[in-house]
């Protein structure tokens, strides 16, 4: 799937032509890295590779995936409003989901309906009371810093030029 989203202005720390072994695009801006924390940077911003608390980085990065998950399901039901996917006859239900914020969705167990729902794994089970829900759903996961390149890859946010070092450190 490849969604518009927003992207956080990135500053001087991530250089366009850097000599990093790493490489992602976002938007219009090419950004290398030597670490993967550094890759994430440029889209968290540069406070993340200031941060060395393993459970603040988590909260940093769950954070943004709401924020990014929010963005890329508020581009996604807007296009499927102009492909009149969604409209007048959608039912309720169907509305709060795609509509609320990302924190407090309830999809139930399956989520059906052909417009996909953008969801946190981080907010479901096994790491909070409601389960993982199944069926037409992209993810964003903040686990660690490769689980959230890769989904942010998945969803189109980022490219990964230069990933074939990507490894949990």
Do not use: K
């Not at 959608?90 to 969801?119: C, K, Q, S």
């Not at 490219?159 to 990507?166: A, C, M």
């Amino acid at each position: 799937m490849s969604t518009s989203s927003p992207h956080t202005t990135l500053s001087s720390a991530f250089p366009e032509d850097g000599d990093g072994g790493l490489c992602l695009r976002i938007g219009d801006r090419t950004v290398r890295a030597d670490r993967n924390d550094e890759l994430l940077a440029a889209v968290i911003g540069s406070e993340y590779i200031e941060e060395s608390d393993p459970e603040v980085l988590f909260l940093m990065r769950l954070e943004q995936a709401i924020v990014i998950a929010t963005a890329v399901q508020e581009s996604i039901v807007a296009a499927a409003v102009q492909r009149r996917e969604l409209d007048e006859t959608t039912e309720e239900d169907v509305w709060t989901a795609l509509l609320a914020e990302r924190e407090t969705v309830d999809p139930g167990v399956r989520w059906e309906h052909r417009v996909p729902l953008v969801l946190v794994t981080s907010l479901f089970a096994p790491y909070a009371e409601m389960d993982q829900p199944i069926g037409n759903i992209a993810w964003v996961d903040p686990t660690d810093d490769v689980s959230m390149l890769e989904s942010l890859q998945g969803l189109g946010v980022i490219e990964l030029l230069e990933h074939g070092e990507l490894a949990v450190a």
